[in-house]
């Protein structure tokens, strides 16, 4: 498969725990009736998901030497995506997150184990000219490289390649994160709404959208069931969700938004239709748990984006 985009980011595995019975509480048990093993991580999942949409993926980061990082491996293989990048490491664990399931909500404990160890050092920036677009997600788990994220975009972009950014959620929720430095070099800065209004410590969106309007280019702002939009230099532009009955959960659902909405990116397509197939991803991916479930190739996809919504792709 050619290779078009570059995923930087965190690796580990997602023990998914469904139909729990309670809350959890201090000093007692409580029981949950199923559970599910799957690749985890913001950027595998895009990355899987954008691989199984076509476009040529390769992924640079860092597991452990041990099982879970053999797993991780064998599944973004599985997925077609490269994993020659990915650096495996005797001294740390790999990561992994347990997640606790409630309907649409959920509740997560993450060990970040290698992820958080993984340096501009382990990346060679100069395989980048070998790329069109470079995708980081996550930088809150990524400590090891925080203090380079300027750096990192800055080269991206000075070897012509295009870059988006998802930063995630800031378990410390300190949100120190450099945007006037980074955002310049950033041509797709893709968070959701509760994280863009977290980081600009505002409580609208436009007024968050304000904040950051002189060092951005454009920003793309998941919004769940109120669909998507994105935002440039005081232009609007929106899109519908898909809405479904067939839910299963969310674990992953921003991530394959940003899948589709690259590969629509790559392909010249407007704001406006890369919008509407994040959608259409996003809500693709809540018909089966885990964050790769619904994915398996372009053609399924396809199938079922024709039977729960009657759309051609």
Not at 6 to 31: A, F, H, M, Y
Not at 216 to 231: F, P
């Amino acid at each position: 498969m050619q290779k078009e985009v570059l995923v930087i980011g965190e690796l580990n595995v997602d023990i998914l725990l469904d139909k729990i019975k309670g809350l959890p509480v201090i000093g007692q048990e409580i029981l949950a009736d199923e559970m599910t093993f799957t690749l985890g991580s913001s950027s595998a999942i895009f990355a899987a998901n954008l691989a199984s949409l076509g476009v040529g993926t390769s992924f640079c980061g860092m597991v452990g030497m041990d099982d879970f990082g053999k797993y991780i491996i064998t599944e973004l293989n599985t997925k077609k995506v490269c994993t020659q990048l990915i650096s495996e490491v005797p001294q740390y664990q790999t990561g992994v997150t347990i997640i606790l399931n409630y309907g649409q909500d959920r509740a997560n404990v993450t060990h970040c184990g290698a992820m958080e160890h993984f340096k501009i050092t382990d990346i060679d920036t100069n395989q980048f000219s070998q790329y069109r677009h470079l995708h980081l997600s996550s930088y809150f788990l990524q400590k090891g490289l925080q203090k380079d994220i300027v750096h990192l975009f800055k080269t991206a972009q000075e070897q012509d390649l295009t870059t988006s950014l998802d930063i995630q959620w800031d378990p410390a929720n300190e949100w120190q994160f450099p945007y006037k430095e980074c955002l310049p070099y950033v041509d797709l800065f893709m968070p959701n709404e509760a994280e863009l209004l977290a980081l600009t410590r505002t409580v609208k969106l436009a007024d968050a959208l304000k904040v950051l309007d002189t060092c951005s280019n454009t920003i793309v702002v998941k919004r769940g069931m109120d669909g998507a939009l994105a935002y440039n230099k005081g232009v609007y532009t929106e899109a519908a969700p898909y809405l479904h009955t067939q839910f299963a959960d969310a674990i992953g659902a921003g991530d394959s938004f940003n899948a589709g909405f690259i590969s629509s990116y790559l392909q010249g397509q407007s704001l406006h239709d890369c919008l509407l197939f994040g959608n259409l991803a996003g809500a693709i991916n809540t018909t089966a748990p885990g964050g790769t479930g619904a994915f398996s190739d372009r053609s399924s996809f396809a199938a079922t984006a024709k039977k729960l919504f009657n759309t051609e792709i």
